[in-house]
Nanobody, 118 residues
Framework: QVHLVESGGGLVQAGGSLRLSCAASERIFGISTMGWYRQAPGKQRELVAVLTRSGSTNYADSVKGRFTISSDNVKNTVFLQMNTLKPEDTAVYYC????????????WGQGTQVTVSS
């Protein structure tokens, strides 16, 4: 059962842009937040950006001003616009969705590789 499907990763040069997409299955009911995490080799997974149902956003300090999270609620899809990419942004990016009711649960995408060359 694949509930989150990511796309948009790839190889870009520093200063370039990418847009990641994550489509959520309608099987997921009552999503409270959707977001993006990333994990670089040898590093723990870290939050990149989160978007709540009410429209609030939260970004990692390292990406503020460069990345923007948004959603298309009709298509049940969340995006991550990544501008002015740096080599430090290289990582596997994972889509995440949280559903607190009736009990807490998390869904994860399969991950998409983003590689930024210098």
């Amino acid at each position: 059962q694949v509930h989150l499907v990511e796309s948009g990763g790839g190889l870009v040069q520093a200063g370039g842009s990418l847009r990641l997409s994550c489509a959520a299955s309608e099987r997921i009911f009552g999503i409270s937040t959707m977001g993006w995490y990333r994990q670089a080799p040898g590093k723990q997974r870290e939050l990149v950006a989160v978007l709540t149902r009410s429209g609030s956003t939260n970004y990692a300090d390292s990406v503020k001003g460069r990345f923007t999270i948004s959603s298309d609620n009709v298509k049940n899809t969340v995006f991550l616009q990544m501008n002015t990419l740096k080599p430090e942004d290289t990582a596997v990016y994972y889509c995440n969705a949280k559903t607190p009711f009736p009990s807490s649960y998390e869904y994860w995408g399969q991950g998409t590789q983003v590689t930024v060359s210098s």
